[in-house]
């Protein structure tokens, strides 16, 4: 089973609200990113966690504010958003980030407009 | 500057062709390879992983990298409508926490 999955599908939100992206896997895997994706592009790494801390953060703004509270769930809280915003947000799980044969799967996604 | 090229495409080979997808890479650091299609609108959904030189074949798809040439691609024998999508190249670098180099994608289209 290498199921990813992530909650809500989509989601709409005004520049002053505040919400959260939900992710959550049953593989054991203890590495779990968080990718943007825009309109023909390839994922941007947003952050990684590995065995539920904080490893990567690649300079994102603090409207978004990661969180793990265990190693099968992931949290993305949005606050503040910009319409540049809206992209396809993706969660991902590995087994360990310091591993070559290390492999990501990808859940389903959240669609998000910012208005 | 860690890169990974793809051709973006389309690609467009008749049904039951085989299409060719290549990549390729500047960081010889590069360990691990992945290929992801992507439907549009939908998440990248893993199709293969290779760790060493030569072929690696999982049903119609086969994987082939050439370390030396920093080369990697994915055919795909006996194409169907339904393989049309965007293949994304991705790389691992080795020492990285995990982070993947993706290229920019190929996008597929095959003819019935």
């Known amino acids: 089973d290498t199921e990813v999955t992530q909650t809500p599908k989509h989601l709409v939100m005004g520049m002053t609200n505040k919400k959260s992206l939900k992710c959550e896997q049953h593989m054991g895997h203890r590495a779990m990113y968080w990718y943007k994706q825009k309109a023909k592009k390839p994922p941007e790494l947003m952050f990684v966690?590995?065995?539920?801390?904080?490893?990567i953060n690649e300079s994102v703004p603090s409207r978004f504010s990661p969180e793990c509270p265990n190693s099968s769930l992931l949290n993305l809280h949005l606050h503040a958003l910009q319409p540049e915003d809206s992209a396809l947000y993706l969660c991902?799980?590995?087994?360990?980030?310091?591993?070559?044969?290390?492999?990501?799967?990808f859940g389903p996604g959240t669609r998000l407009t910012v208005l | 500057q860690k890169e990974v090229e793809q051709n973006s495409g389309p690609l467009s080979v008749p049904e039951g062709a085989i299409a060719s997808l290549n990549c390729t890479y500047s960081d010889r650091g590069s360990q691990s390879f992945f290929w992801y299609r992507q439907y549009s609108g939908k998440s990248p959904e893993l199709i293969m992983s290779i760790y060493s030189n030569g072929d690696k074949e999982d049903g119609r798809f086969t994987a082939q990298l050439n370390k030396a040439s920093q080369y990697v691609s994915l055919l795909i024998r006996d194409s169907q409508p339904s393989d049309s999508a965007t293949y994304l190249c991705a790389v691992k670098i080795r020492g990285s926490q995990g982070n993947l180099i993706f290229g920019k994608g190929t996008k597929l289209s095959v003819k019935p």
């Open positions: 991902a799980s590995s087994h360990q980030t310091g591993y070559g044969t290390d492999t990501q799967y």
């Open positions: 966690y590995s065995y539920e801390k904080l490893s």
